[in-house]
């Protein structure tokens, strides 16, 4: 049984998740698509599947207050995958004021959610006039562009062109990760949106590795990005030991981190991801030709100290 | 005639047999109920279309005769096998919006319950609302009518709720944090068992409330069933079919019975006799056999290959064994005695 692909739309209430909605399903791509939303009925759209859910967010028991999960999420992908007929794809629409980590974090920890479906990507929608003032008033904002794979800076037509270059400035230093495609009413290619492989280990994951750091200061912001570069191998071991402290002392403010990685002695790079202490990795990249052979590793989450983190992540370097 | 199966092509969500032992009926992920007249060995699986998506479960209604199926197009059915082969659908609730996973009856109450999202209504025989519907802080994730019908279990988020049915005003409410799944009771009322989010169980004994934890399964545990008249509970998630004593001060500090299958695959579904001393089990290899509560060898019913099975049901009188996988093989088999 292949997974099935999961898109997860988020973005703040007026932003235009609906419009990105019903353009995705209005496309002629002939495929099949079932839509969680959180209000059933809340879009009609005819020949989709459109599927109620309720705000069920827990925590799992082993009593981590960061690895909460949606209860929902899991039963409703368990009652999709009996139906007969491959879906190909899931769209999941969460509220305007949802934080989306316990949606991003059911497809690490449920098994059989693991095993059934991949998540593609998280797709924000962010309105480009009120996104500057909606960072600083909502803590759900800050979370939403940080899990962002695909950033849709929405309503370019609303502001001039200097304000929309510092917006993505403002984006790019909260959220290094993520591709931003600047739209007006939503209207982004397909595949800027689906399959894009943002949360999958199987595809390369594309890095972005001068991500602009002006203008960081002018914010009193407690969400940051922080990049690390190392140019020698990383010793396995030290980083090992490094990482689990770190996920298991700082996992509730680690919102995402992402990380390409050259260890001593192996061939190919290992690719390490995550949300909060739920951590992924794996193997399954080759480098590129021409491709520097550094370690990258970048990390989004509440008060980071960099110099510290830059400190730990050199200091995994093998001898 | 060890096995006849068939190919249905959707996924085999559940199985039931009729009160009277004449039909089974089969919920499959096509919306089809999939009907077999259990007096015609040479007859097959009759297709019944019932639910719009997917059928989610199936149970025995109250009389004789019928089922009860819910789906994912809300509705609640009542299906009723003809005499000459035919088959009569009765929608009994619509719930727009909503999916209904669970289903139960209670003969000797004369109820019926259905969820739908966080609600559970109770149907009395005639299928009119028995009273106002019951409430709980979640979406529900399993009912159960105790033994005579006079409380109903609805297992949710954070825990059990138990009603009483004649009066269901204020539930009692069997607290555990975490996600319940599934819940079973005792066949003497004593216990209310539930099936974790986590790989594990949780139960209380109900006359002091005693919690008892079973962990330690590899997978979640989507089957469990009482074998030998409540003395086992018998449950799937691990490589053994793993049975807790419930008799001389069990199941605390007892160590479970492991009951190994042929070669090693995780169980996926489990179902007791109802009369002998041995259990049915699945495996998600495809595998099904029989093996005996007193440890001796099991003896392969069908083999490895294709997908993990998915629902078992045993006849009343234990003749016939009814099998269903996630890919769609429907088997009955009729093991030698």
Redesign the interface.
């Known amino acids: 049984m292949t997974a099935i692909p999961v898109t997860v739309l988020t973005g703040y209430l007026g932003a235009g998740k609906t419009t990105l909605l019903n353009r995705i399903l209005s496309e002629p791509h002939g495929k099949r698509y079932a839509v969680i939303v959180n209000e059933f009925g809340e879009i009609g759209i005819d020949n989709d599947l459109v599927v109620g859910a309720d705000e069920e967010v827990f925590e799992m028991n082993n009593g981590c207050i960061c690895c909460t999960v949606r209860g929902d999420l899991i039963r409703i992908i368990g009652g999709l995958i009996k139906r007969k007929g491959d879906l190909d794809g899931i769209l999941i629409e969460t509220t305007g004021l949802a934080d989306p980590a316990p949606v991003a974090q059911t497809f690490f920890v449920d098994p059989d959610v693991a095993e059934r479906t991949r998540l593609d990507g998280v797709v924000t929608v962010v309105d480009s006039r009120h996104v500057t003032q909606r960072l600083e008033d909502s803590h759900e904002a800050l979370e939403q562009v940080a899990f962002a794979d695909v950033i849709l800076l929405n309503k370019t037509d609303l502001v001039d062109a200097g304000e929309l270059a510092s917006v993505e400035a403002r984006l790019r230093s909260l959220n290094p990760f993520a591709r931003i495609v600047r739209t007006e009413r939503c209207a982004a290619p397909l595949d800027a949106v689906l399959g894009i492989g943002g949360f999958d280990l199987k595809r390369v994951l594309e890095m972005e590795p001068d991500f602009l750091t002006e203008a960081d200061h002018e914010h009193d912001q407690s969400v940051t990005s922080v990049s690390l570069r190392e140019e020698r191998p990383l010793d396995p071991v030290r980083f090992d030991r490094w990482f689990r402290t770190l996920i298991q002392t700082r996992g509730t403010d680690l919102l995402r981190y992402k990380g390409i990685l050259a260890f001593s002695g192996a061939s190919r790079p290992t690719v390490v991801q995550g949300v909060h202490m739920l951590a992924d990795s794996g193997n399954t990249l080759s480098w590129r030709e021409g491709q520097s052979r550094a370690s990258r590793f970048v990390l989004i989450g509440r008060d980071l100290d960099a110099e510290a983190l830059a400190a730990g992540f050199a200091a995994c370097a093998a001898s | 005639m060890p096995e006849r199966r068939w190919e249905t ?3 085999v ?1 559940g199985l039931a047999v009729n009160r009277a032992g004449t039909h089974a009926a089969a919920a ?4 089809t109920v999939r009907l077999l007249d259990l007096a015609d060995p040479d007859g097959g699986p009759r297709a019944l279309p019932v639910h719009a ?2 059928c ?1 479960t199936v149970a025995p209604d109250l009389d004789d005769r019928g089922f009860l199926t819910g789906g ?1 197009d809300g509705r609640l059915c009542r299906i009723v096998p003809g005499s000459s082969g035919d088959a009569a659908v009765e929608p009994l609730a619509e719930v ?4 209904i ?1 669970h289903v139960d009856a209670e003969p000797q109450a004369g109820l019926r319950a259905f969820a739908a ?2 609600q559970v209504t109770l149907l009395d025989r005639a299928g009119r609302p028995a009273c106002d519907p019951l409430d709980h802080p ?2 529900v ?1 399993g009912l159960a009518f105790a033994p005579k019908g006079k409380r109903l279990a609805v297992a949710h ?1 954070g825990g059990v709720s138990l009603w009483w049915t004649k009066a269901p005003e204020a539930p009692v409410l069997l607290d555990w ?3 319940h799944l599934g819940v079973l009771w005792h066949p003497a009322g004593t216990h209310v068992m539930t099936a ?3 790989a ?1 169980l949780h139960g209380w004994r109900l006359k002091d409330k005693a919690h008892m934890r079973m962990s330690g399964y590899a ?2 545990v989507r089957s469990f069933a009482w074998a030998a008249r409540g003395r086992w509970l018998a449950t799937a998630g691990a490589e053994e079919v793993v049975c807790w004593p419930f008799f001389g001060g069990g199941p605390w500090d007892k160590a479970p019975l492991e009951l190994p299958g042929p070669g090693s695959a995780v169980i996926t579904a489990v179902a007791p006799h109802p009369t002998d001393p041995v259990l049915a089990a699945g495996r998600d290899d495809g595998m099904i056999f029989v093996t005996p509560l007193d440890g001796t060898a099991p003896l392969p019913l069908a083999g490895r290959g294709g ?1 993990a099975v998915s629902a078992l049901a045993w006849t009343g009188n234990g003749r016939s064994l009814l099998a269903g996988t ?1 890919d769609g093989r429907l088997s009955w088999i009729t093991p030698a005695r």
Do not use: C, I, N, P
Not at chain 2, 28 to 31: A, K, Q, S, V
Not at chain 2, 96 to 99: F, I, L, N, T
């Open positions: 092509g959707a996924w969500v499959l992920g096509d919306g998506g997917a989610l994912d727009k919006g909503r999916w996973e999202g966080r979640s979406t994730g988020y944090k975490g996600s974790m989010q986590e594990e997978a979640k997908s996630e």
